[in-house]
């Protein structure tokens, strides 16, 4: 090769890639201004919230010698309160902190509690120490929420909310301190990881034999009939993805959008870009590799020998495709549960762990019967 040809293929490459650092400043001073214009339209809807009897402020606690973030919002502070506890481990969406006036129809039946949890979102921090990432640690902590706000907002009780991995969290509350609490919410609630994960297999097994799907019948005989920890559990979720049982779709259902559970973080006021880092790489991170002994407690989770009985009044609301929480043995668990003071078990018919679209009103229209039923 020529210098000259040498010299126009370098310069070619120079102007590439001035074009394309001009294309991503381009970008990223959009993606910022439309950040500032949708945090200054949240600020400008929380203060009406406010001004108007409401209630939308941020918390930041000390919590077990922690730092913890906590978003009390509701459109009538005199409104029973809901705790929210989140699923992942490590993954505040969709009702952590950044969920900030994103959800009125939940907010104009109770002041919502958004809570970050140990590790995630805008309550991770460096210093964490692994020895802390327990589930003991994680009630502990729920239940210090809990007390301050029966404290701080005068609150004989309060309802609670699991979502996923937030159930098993709000599980061992209500069993444990029922006398702080109206009742209980589970949503895609688990119950039993082992025996999921054994109906799971079969599952899977037979929907791959239909299929004639070949590879997934070799890793599931590769990975046996578990229980799976470690890198044998996540792909073992994997499979359950690939074959709808996290996020079902068909001919009439569509798919759902997994960014619009957490696109209230891009556009919170709450959270700084230090925080999206957080919510997006550290606390997964942390919570979900490094925190072998928390996976390890939560695959052992067997509530069908651990919480026999719950003392306030339950309601489980399961996707009827989810297979990752699964929704038969869910079902099987709400049968067995005793529940003196009563309980119940909504079905969303279009979804499987993530509630679909089409299911979007039952989770917020229960949360209303819930509160209507027993405050």
């Known amino acids: 090769m020529t210098k000259n040809k040498k010299r126009k293929r370098f310069n070619l490459l120079i102007t590439i890639c001035i074009f394309t650092f001009l294309i991503l400043m381009f970008l990223t001073i959009v993606l910022l201004g439309y950040r500032f214009i949708a945090q200054q339209h949240i600020q400008q809807k929380s203060s009406e919230l406010i001004d108007n009897g409401g209630i939308s402020e941020l918390k930041e606690l000390n919590v077990n010698g922690d730092r913890q973030f906590l978003l009390v919002e509701g459109q009538d502070k005199n409104k029973p ?39 995630s979102g805008k309550s991770f921090n460096k210093e964490l120490s692994l020895t802390t990432m327990n589930l003991r640690q994680f009630t502990d902590d729920a239940n ?79 990975l046996g009939k578990g229980p799976y920890l470690a890198e044998d559990e996540d792909q073992f979720s994997n499979l359950i993805n690939q074959y709808k049982g996290m996020n079902y779709f068909d001919e009439t259902i569509k798919k759902v959008n997994v960014f619009s559970l957490i696109k209230g973080a891009f556009t919170s006021p709450d959270y700084s870009i230090q925080d999206l880092y957080k919510a997006f790489i550290s606390g997964p991170q942390f919570s979900l590799i490094k925190s072998t002994e928390l996976k390890k407690e939560i695959i052992e989770t067997d509530f069908f020998n651990s919480v ?68």
């Open 81 to 119: 309160f809901c705790l929210f506890l989140h699923g992942g481990p490590g993954s505040p969406f969709p009702y952590g902190v950044s969920a900030r006036t994103l959800y009125p129809e939940i907010t104009d039946n109770c002041v919502a509690v958004y809570y970050d949890q140990r590790g």
């Open 144 to 222: 210090v929420i809990v007390d301050y706000i029966r404290e701080t907002y005068q609150q004989e009780k309060i309802f609670v909310i699991g979502q996923s991995f937030g159930t098993v969290i709000g599980t061992q509350l209500v069993a444990k301190y029922p006398e702080k609490f109206y009742a209980y919410m589970g949503i895609s609630q688990l119950t039993s990881s082992s025996k999921g994960q054994e109906l799971g297999y079969n599952w899977l097994k037979d929907e791959a034999i239909a299929n004639d799907d070949r590879k997934t019948l070799r890793l599931l005989k590769k």
């Open 308 to 375: 026999k009985r719950i003392d306030v009044p339950v309601y489980f609301i399961q996707g009827k495709y989810d297979k990752q929480t699964n929704y038969e043995l869910a079902k099987q668990y709400y049968e067995f549960l005793d529940a003196p003071n009563g309980k119940q078990f909504i079905t969303l018919e279009h979804s499987a762990h993530y509630p679909n679209a089409l299911d979007a009103e039952i989770i917020p229209q229960t949360i209303k019967l819930m509160v209507e039923a027993r405050y």
